[in-house]
């Protein structure tokens, strides 16, 4: 087990670690395995890539974000060119059905809204958006709207998990309920938890996943 101060200096090595934000002035602190983020930053991917590189140190449970984005004056835009370069990387991604996902922009605060048959379809529309210069936030509001029609198969999904080099011994449990797969356990880090929700959402015909494990390395004062 780590304590308080063990983890958030390992948190603030990881930070600084990444290309982007070696220089950024980001504030880190830790209670109880959950790591608060503070400071300022130029860019919404800034701001994203400190809270993945947080997410993925083993021994972190949670990870609060309250960093905030300020711009130059000559890199703010307006809504409206905002919303011209979101609906232009859609274009450019496959991944992103046309014309499915509704945009909307307010203070250079992007909501996704819609509905695709898959989660990785969700993903894909955020990330192909992340890098565009002006954005301050995204909230992701986009529905999985599978064909129900297609069984959920669970012996899928635990062959998966047990492919992965990171979840392979944990023991997991899954249970599918129609096309709500649950998945229960513990596991050593919030990337693993993620990791494993990932996995699931991956499967045909699942339209929601209740990832319920329990990250069990627990921060000591």
Not at 170 to 199: F, P
């Amino acid at each position: 087990m780590k304590t308080n101060e063990e983890l958030q200096r390992n948190v603030q090595d990881a930070i600084k670690w990444e290309r982007l934000l070696n220089a950024a002035e980001i504030g880190v602190t830790v209670k109880d395995g959950i790591v608060t983020l503070t400071g300022v930053v130029d860019s919404y991917l800034k701001k994203l890539e400190a809270e993945v590189a947080s997410r993925n140190v083993a021994g972190v449970r949670a990870v609060i974000e309250k960093i905030e984005v300020q711009f130059c004056n000559s890199e703010g835009k307006s809504d409206a060119e905002l919303a011209t370069d979101i609906l232009n990387a859609f274009k450019n991604c496959q991944d992103v059905p046309n014309d499915i996902v509704k945009v909307k922009v307010e203070a250079s605060w992007v909501t996704l809204e819609g509905e695709v048959q898959w989660n990785y379809q969700k993903i894909a529309a955020q990330v192909a958006i992340s890098k565009i210069l002006g954005l301050k936030g995204i909230s992701n509001y986009i529905n999985i709207k599978a064909d129900t029609t297609n069984q959920v198969e669970k012996l899928e999904i635990e062959n998966a998990i047990k492919r992965n080099w990171s979840l392979a011994d944990k023991g997991i449990l899954l249970s599918v309920i129609g096309n709500v797969v649950t998945i229960t356990g513990m596991v050593d880090s919030l990337y693993e938890k993620e990791e494993a929700g990932r996995i699931a959402w991956n499967a045909k015909g699942v339209i929601d996943v209740e990832n319920n494990l329990i990250v069990d390395d627990f921060t000591r004062q």
